[in-house]
């Protein structure tokens, strides 16, 4: 097993585990407070918990060498702005339910990725320089949830 693996593993492990910490003690008013996103707690916290499994998947195509094509993130905003509108009212029970199945299924994941992998470059972004599956996990996978569980923080502090 990769040690850089497994540190990058636990790193999405401590993140996700603050997500659910933070959840959990939320009441219903905080739950329907704005975010700086423009969306609900309920929404931007849904957002990072459901994204888990799609970023899970296309980090392991690009590890595994498919050609996955670069996007720009203006791809993000129509499907992020469809999503909050549809889950602006989500149940806590069911972010809880995500962060924690699909937290540790990506973390799980995350151990079975090779330095090899991990140092495989990648077109992640039109325009921009190539990204080592490293980065891509550090960048996207663990710091999309530490911004969205950040905004909530800061919508319900």
């Known amino acids: ?14 993140v ?5 910490a933070t959840v959990e003690k939320l009441n219903d008013e905080q739950w329907r407070r ?17 994204s888990h499994e799609g ?30 509108k549809e889950y602006a009212d989500c149940p806590k029970t069911v972010v809880l339910d995500e962060l924690r199945t699909k937290g540790p299924a ?9 330095d090899e992998q991990l140092d495989r470059q990648v077109d992640v972004l039109r325009g921009m320089p190539r990204w080592r599956i490293q980065d891509v996990v550090e960048r996207i996978l663990i710091g999309h949830a530490v911004e969205h569980i950040g905004s909530v923080k800061a919508a319900t502090a």
């Open 16 to 20: 996700n585990d603050d997500a659910i």
């Open 106 to 114: 990506a973390a799980a994941f995350l151990r079975t990725l090779s």
């Open 34 to 50: 704005t975010t700086g996103e423009g969306w609900t707690v309920a929404a931007c916290a849904h957002h990072a918990s459901s």
């Open 55 to 84: 970023i899970q998947q296309w980090v392991g195509a690009l590890a595994s060498g498919v050609a996955v094509p670069p996007a720009s993130l203006d791809d993000f905003h129509e499907p992020n702005a469809k999503h909050a």
């Open 1 to 14: 097993m990769s040690e850089r693996a497994e540190a990058l593993a636990r790193q999405f492990e401590a």
